[in-house]
């Protein structure tokens, strides 16, 4: 229930708090290193060595890219809105981290006398409110790109928020056809059926398709990235930004790219679910059993994030108006079919 | 106890904010103040016990009209120096409509029997599964002209749009 911190109720606050804290820093630092996997996973792909200086493998080089933007020049544009300029990443890098809310990363774990649950709120709509949240996305990139006071920037936000629109609804309705099937909006409850059935890729296969691809624009991630194209927009929506203004709205895709994953993975790929393995005949491993769940659960993202990966570093830039074409001539389309196939399939063969 | 205190908090920052919305002088600024209103509002419905309508709030409003809007706003590039020249008369005219709406609504409150108090965090009207069994059992007819009337909106707002 979302109203249980009314009640006035100490180690449950304490316990969410911790595990708040355990998950924003978790995502933080597997941000920071998924840049790090960028840049090895891009001199892979193009036959370099990639950062090897920074410590054994270059494994230190995220922080001492940190500290580059940290102490670079801050620079605010005259003529331009500050509270507004500053707002802007921040709310980039809140919405960025506030979808990792409803997503539950494990089973229970039991300590000090207590069952907790990996999940920081169990709310009945969990899908509803990563939608809602991922609509906000788009308002750190239109603020910052028009308080930026410059017109490459605006035109940058104007498409990163027509492109999230756009791409918003075929995902939408490609999400409406699972939960056709799953009958629930709680994500807990999602992962439980898959465990005790199929995972929901095997059941919709094309709707996991236009929720990737979807999920690939929302991102603005290569083929999609639009919105930041260097060489028809300068820099895109941050051609002002500098300094850790900047780290922020770069930080925050990587953050978005890691929690879509996470969160593709508890849709269609089971979640914690660690496959051809029956949690319940084990239930005496106790907290080692939530454990094998979460690395199931990040090894499945981790597999994610080497997709978008892989994408961006072999398939060129879209055009506009493909972006465009693709999104309302083919997308939605084929969303809305599979939507209706899913419904006819139900109704004939499963009509309780 | 605690749910007043939220309550009154989550009251004085959509009134604020909807002060502020009307006080700023940049439409920009007016539409952000306009988006914590809505998030504001459905601090209301959740404290209702309504999750879905909360969700769909924000959603709908706050995620897609709020956006257009800012759109519009963002391209037409209203600066102060750009501001129309305000018209007196015009001002009086709306003076007088906006005041007499006020007084309306301030009948209608007065005469409305107070109604038992709101009741927080119980009952389950608001969560999604009663809300569709609700809709598609004793209002299904409603529900369905209703969409009826916004498709004819959108092929509507397409004909328009072609037509240029």
Not at chain 1, 162 to 189: C, D, R, V
Request: proline share 3%; glycine share 8%.
């Amino acid at each position: 229930m979302t109203t249980t911190f009314l009640l006035i109720d100490l180690p449950m606050i304490l316990e969410k708090f911790v595990l708040i804290l355990v998950v924003v820093m978790a995502s933080l630092g597997i941000a920071m290193y998924t840049t790090f996997a960028e840049r090895k996973v891009a001199a892979i792909l193009q036959d370099r060595r990639g950062p090897n200086r920074a410590g054994p493998f270059g494994i230190l080089q995220p922080l001492a890219d940190g500290m580059k933007l940290f102490f670079k020049e801050e620079i605010i544009p005259n003529f331009s809105s500050k509270a507004l300029f500053v707002l802007g990443p921040g709310l980039a890098m809140l919405t960025a981290i506030m979808t990792s809310a409803v997503i539950p990363w494990g089973d229970k774990v039991h300590f000090f006398n207590r069952d907790i649950s990996l999940q920081i709120a169990d709310i009945n709509i969990g899908i509803l409110y990563i939608f809602g949240v991922l609509s906000l996305g788009v308002y750190g990139i239109m603020i910052g790109s028009w308080a930026s006071n410059n017109k490459f920037s605006l035109l940058g936000g104007l498409r990163a928020a027509s492109q999230i629109i756009s791409y918003e609804l075929a995902m939408g309705i490609s999400l409406i056809a699972l939960l056709m099937i799953t009958g629930t909006l709680s994500l807990k409850e999602m992962v439980v059926q898959q465990q005790n059935g199929y995972w929901n890729v095997v059941l919709q296969p094309l709707g996991f398709l236009i929720f990737l691809i979807c999920s690939f624009a929302e991102c603005n991630r290569t083929p999609f990235d639009l919105p930041e194209a260097e060489n028809e927009l300068i820099g895109g929506y941050h051609t002002e930004y500098s300094s850790m203004k900047l780290g922020f709205y770069l930080f925050s895709e990587y953050i978005n790219m890691f929690i879509s994953s996470v969160v593709m993975s508890t849709l269609f790929f089971g979640g914690y679910d660690v496959p051809f393995f029956d949690e319940a005949a084990h239930a005496d491993w106790g907290n080692w059993l939530a454990l094998i769940g979460i690395a199931a659960l990040m090894f499945k993202a981790v597999c994610f994030i080497f997709l978008f990966m892989w994408v961006r570093w072999t398939i060129p830039r879209f055009r506009y108006d493909q972006l465009m074409h693709l999104g309302w001539r083919i997308l939605i389309p084929l969303a809305l079919f599979n939507m209706l196939v899913t419904g006819g399939v139900i109704l004939y063969f499963f009509n309780k | 106890m605690n749910t007043q205190i939220i309550f009154i908090l989550l009251s004085l920052m959509a009134i604020g904010s909807a002060v502020m919305m009307l006080a700023s002088k940049n439409p920009v600024k007016s539409i952000l103040w306009l988006i914590v209103v809505f998030f504001a509002i459905s601090g209301h419905y959740i404290l209702l016990n309504a999750q879905f309508l909360a969700v769909v709030n924000i959603i709908v409003y706050a995620g897609a009209i709020m956006v257009l809007f800012l759109f519009v706003v963002m391209l037409m590039n209203l600066n102060a120096e750009t501001e129309p020249v305000k018209n007196y008369r015009l001002q009086f005219i709306g003076v007088i409509s906006g005041g007499s709406l006020l007084l309306i609504l301030l009948t209608f409150l007065m005469r409305t029997p107070v109604a038992q108090p709101v009741q927080m965090k119980v009952g389950e009207s608001g969560l999604i599964g009663k809300l569709g069994m609700t809709l598609f059992q004793n209002y299904v007819l409603p529900f369905e002209i209703s969409s009826v009337l916004f498709l004819s909106a959108m092929v509507g707002a397409v004909i328009i749009g072609k037509r240029n």
